[in-house]
């Protein structure tokens, strides 16, 4: 009896070990825990100088398309800050909303010293911010200015509504030139309508570009030279996509 109690202690012990074993080959298979940093490097100021503005642009519309898919470049953030310190010598710059849900560098697949950003609620141009595009392009070496305006925004909705309150309704006056350009909307022209509102949030992109051409003879003649490109698009926050404007 004694023996038939050990053996069975024995094959129990055998079993529990496989088990372990098994449990412990499974967890170091996932995918988490095999994922490394595969990427520490930073733009140098030669890499930037072989650029081109149309090379950026489907650098980008690739980074896209891989932030869609969920296939996004694993960097190590660390290393490319510690790397970055010294001096950057970003691409491009991308001109954006405020908006939490509109991540500039995740949506373009891109890591540090990559890009500049500037964010203002409803992506419009001021002195301040033409001044940043200006250091951008004509300091820094940025061969790409994007304008993104996104879907559902609520700077755009705001000045569809003619909101007053505080400082916003100085700031919501910048982009009531995109709600005159868009009356000729066939439909409801109200905040409700989210089609409306993608039509305004679009007629103020190209009105921000407008402007940019307008107010900074700097960025005009740069991109005259074909030293930069002005691109306008909109981002759909239901799905990760752009939609570049003519």
Known sequence: MNNQ???????????????????AKTEKSTPEQDLKPVVSHVMTKEEQIRLTPDGILQEFVEGNKRFQSGTTTVRDHSKQARKSAPGQFPKAVVLSCVDSRVPVEDVFD????????????????????LGSLEFACKVSGAKLILVMGHQHCGAI?????????GNIT?????????VLMSQDFKGKKTSKND???KYVSENNVTYTI?????????????????????????????????????
């Open 195 to 197: 089609e409306f509102v």
């Open 5 to 23: 109690l050990k053996a069975v202690a024995m094959l129990y012990a055998a079993m529990l070990f496989v088990s372990c074993n098994n449990g």
């Open 157 to 165: 909705k705001g000045a569809i509504d003619d909101v007053k309150l």
């Open 210 to 246: 407008e402007q940019i051409r307008k107010k900074s003879p700097i960025l005009k003649e740069m991109e005259d030279k074909g030293e930069i490109k002005i691109v306008g698009v909109f981002y759909n926050l239901t799905d990760g996509t752009l939609e570049f404007l003519k």
């Open 110 to 129: 891109q890591g540090l010293g990559d890009i500049f950003v500037g964010r203002v609620a409803g992506n419009f141009v001021n002195e301040d911010l």
């Open 170 to 178: 100085a700031m919501l006056s910048k982009i009531k030139p995109a």
